[in-house]
């Protein structure tokens, strides 16, 4: 079976520009989570989905963040503008019931922004 | 200030010696999970410790949950090379996740 499958591998970006990330979760998970990884902050949890409703967003920056789960086995993170600021490696991972069981990570975009 | 602190946060050692890592808080958890991250890739869950001063073994690995339920410790018996990674602790005191600092090992052949 596939893993948590996640697109564009790699982003390279201009400061002002939207930035679109995506994420396929495991086929019969119910929970996705959305994390930032950087040098300076670590590994930060950004957004919690169960059965495609957000959970907790606590951890979502500002505003220019955003993310959706259109349906049972797909989310975006998109940000908007973006910012030199949000260069970091961007993780999906997806667990089967919620966020204290296994969660099976994505391989990450890594993001750039100049 | 982070909830999960390890130490230390960088580890080098030559291939063969024993080594512990500490993951500590002054929160109580339910569960503490373990996972290693390799250069490029996303983390892999190692371990999952429920129980307070539960002890479980993976191999060369050796995870240790303390009393109160507030800090872990992750031994590694002779190390190799295939060891080097990132290893993190993640747990939830409540209802928000939280992963922990980090420790960086090297492990030199």
């Known amino acids: 079976d596939a893993g948590v499958i996640q697109s564009p591998r790699h982003e390279v970006t201009e400061m002002g520009q939207e930035v679109t990330l995506r994420c396929k979760l495991i086929s019969g998970h119910n929970s996705l989570f959305w994390y930032r990884q950087t040098m300076m902050r670590g590994l930060e949890l950004l957004i919690y989905f169960n059965n495609n409703v957000p959970i907790d967003d606590s951890g979502m920056p500002e505003d220019r963040f955003s993310a959706k789960m259109p349906n049972a086995s797909f989310s975006t993170l998109k940000i908007q503008p973006s910012e030199p600021r949000d260069s970091a490696v961007y993780f999906c991972?997806?667990?089967?019931?919620?966020?204290?069981?296994?969660?099976?990570f994505g391989p990450g975009t890594r993001l750039l922004v100049l | 200030t982070q909830l999960l602190e390890q130490s230390p946060q960088f580890l080098s050692i030559q291939e063969g010696e024993n080594l512990t890592v500490y993951c500590n808080s002054s929160?109580?958890?339910?569960?503490l999970q373990w996972y290693r991250q390799e250069p490029g890739e996303g983390p892999v869950l190692l371990v999952t410790?429920?129980?307070?001063?539960e002890v479980k073994k993976l191999k060369r690995l050796t995870f240790q949950f303390g009393d109160a339920r507030k800090d872990s410790s992750l031994h590694i018996t002779a190390a190799q090379p295939g060891d080097t990674g990132l290893y993190l602790c993640?747990?939830?005191?409540?209802?928000?996740?939280?992963f922990g600092t980090g420790t960086s090992l090297t492990v030199i052949p």
């Open positions: 993640a747990g939830a005191p409540g209802n928000q996740f939280y």
């Open positions: 410790v429920v129980t307070g001063g």
């Open positions: 929160s109580v958890f339910s569960s």
């Open positions: 991972a997806s667990s089967l019931q919620d966020l204290l069981e296994t969660q099976y």
